[in-house]
């Protein structure tokens, strides 16, 4: 039960941290961004009950990094902006980094736990390219009022991905054979020969300028999200896995011989 309460709490304090340092980088990178897209898709007419998605976060990343479908009829809510739109996005990046928090330290633990800051920090670069990296080669992300595919595929074919390339990767990193790293490259690119879904259309009022600064935004604050949380995870699980050891010492002497 200790051991459970300790990855819980190294997920918690880590994704807190990285969920707040993500908010902050986004106000000043991609959030002024989604804001100027949104004077182009207004501009444009966009009809009542159009739909579309944009990366908000780096879970849906995000991270999953993070597509959320939106749709703007005439009495859809969205926060306002300014307070109220930092405070949604930062508890949707919290709770995102929390989630991703705990499946990385799962997995760690699993095979071998993460081994102070640089362990965690490799494991997060690896969450980056699964999560982030990898998907967004066939699915970049997108502002609104950009076309998209229909949300089911691109959720299917996202998660499809992200599992392919952590299980390549875990591969070629934890075995040292031939006969591993072929199925590991294969599980790499198999979804990109697949092919991502496509949009019906690629027509949009949305400069390509602006898109690529905010495709460029979107993969470093992700690469910087990702760093973080790996490297606060491998660190709190470390000082929680010493406070473990020292209690484990003294019931160790209290067993019989």
Known sequence: MSLFRNIVLTAVIAGLVAGLLLTVLQSFSTVPLILQAETYENAGGAEAGHSHSHEAAPAAGAAAPAAAEHSHGEEAWAPADGFERFIYTA?????S??????????????LGSLKGWHGGLMFGMAGFLAVSLAPGLGLPPEL?????AELGPRQVWWISTAICTALGLGLLAYTRSVVFAVPAIVLLIAPHVVGAPLPPTHETAVPLELHARFVNAVYVTNLVFWAALGALAGAVRERFRAGEDATARPLAGLAPR
Do not use: H, R, T, Y
Not at 91 to 95: F, Q, R, Y
């Open 97 to 110: 980094a929390i989630g991703f928090g705990l499946v990385l330290i799962a997995i760690s633990e699993a």
């Open 144 to 148: 609104p009022g950009m076309p998209a």
């Open 91 to 95: 508890a949707a990046n919290i709770l």
